[in-house]
């Protein structure tokens, strides 16, 4: 039982497991002043520094009855995605909050009024209503009931961590969960961000207009990688299958436009991850430069820590920077204030895993992730089957030996070959085979061919 300073009494009335789309998530019941919550919660968030929290507003319209007129919904399936993919988190249902806390009826009535022309503030307000009724409390008392009092909030909402804070709760970060605006609620969704100053979402870069020659469709769907949170690899090798010449030298295999695709990628995701040897050899910046979006965050996989301190990403300040290491490796104690330091797991002295290194990316940084390379580490990935998505680029050029490119342990027949529906785009002279891995990204995309 907690008692906030108002007075409010919580009672935990349940425990139980839910398996769900996302995973099992041992469940609370929590009932505050006559009404019954909901926490979800998944591996042990009161033993984390700050779990990811999402605290999520009752909307049966959306949540139940799939309405997109909000993106409740989606907001629901991408946390509960987000924290089962890190492994660790909660998701608070709090009910009561139909309509931003007015209720199922008068919500259903500023709709009415929204289908005459005003928006969802001004509906409100012609109603009589506030613009925002909720109340978080419940949210402060059940986390503190289950240990955590430093979080990690999954909100676009600044108004919610505010509220978080006042109530007790640190919020050391606010992170945008990746859902992309419909047609339906695209109006809707802009009335939040400029009138209840809620964030804007990343810039979705434009499909380059080379992609469409090879197969007639509109190019790599930057925007659905973005909104399907999905693991995406990208490489590109010369047409005997290298990426770089004996010497290491790598620049370029590919022309102009397939470098533009790659940094239309790394402005579609969250995160962009490379190995050591990659930072080693080639000192990259990781950073959107030859088209308009934000730089990702930047992951540099380390476990044995030998990245040169001098190198670019560790010392020039352009994005939020996931240093990697084994939990013995030494690293500098000088690193730069956009460097931080993350151990990985101990793992007996076996490699660390493709799905261990997701598990940790994704405690850090929800949404997609690129994979960048080298081959090696993209070979891994996709050995792995982490991947939503492989785009793999032939430069029609012919190395004859050098570093390899894309490489795992295949099938002894070609009866048993991974073959899997695909798209192709034509970068100028380079062509790119969209390889759609997942189930879910399949779905997603229009114009597969099969091999």
Known sequence: MAISESGTTLHQRARTMLPTDHGVFTTYAF???????????????????????RMHSECLTGDALGSHRCDCGDQLQAALAAIADAGCGVLLYLRGHEGRGIGLGPKLEAYELQDAGLDTVDANRRLGLPDDARD???????LEALGIA????????????????ALGIEVIERRMLPVADRPENAGYLDTKRRRMHHDRPRAVPEVPVAAA??????????????????????LAQSADGFIAARSGD???????????????????VAAVVVGAQTVVADDPQLTVRAVDGENPVRVLLDPHARIPADRQVLTDGAARTLWLVGPAAEVPADLAGHVAVVRLPQTGGAPVSPEQVLAVVREQVPGAVLIEGGGRTVSDFLAA???DRLFLTLAPVLIGDGVPGLRFSGSPVMAEA??????????????????????????????????
Request: net charge neutral; hydrophobic share 50%.
């Open 250 to 268: 790598a620049a370029f295999v590919s022309g102009e436009a397939d470098r533009a695709h790659l940094h239309r990628l790394r402005a579609a």
């Open 31 to 53: 009932d505050a002043a006559g009404t019954t919550h909901v926490a979800m919660v998944a591996g042990d968030p009161s033993a984390a520094t700050a779990p990811l929290v």
């Open 213 to 234: 020659q090879a197969t007639g469709t509109s190019g790599p769907d930057y925007a659905a990688i973005t909104a399907g949170a999905e693991v995406v690899a990208q």
């Open 150 to 165: 430093r979080v990690r909030l999954l909100s676009s909402n600044p108004t919610k961590a505010a509220a978080l804070e």
């Open 385 to 387: 089957g982490v991947l």
């Open 418 to 451: 991974l073959r899997v529906p695909f798209r192709r785009h034509l970068f100028d002279a380079d062509v790119c085979t969209e390889f759609v891995l997942s189930a879910a990204a399949q779905q997603r995309t229009s114009g597969l061919l099969e091999s």
């Open 136 to 142: 978080y409390t419940a949210a402060a008392q059940m």
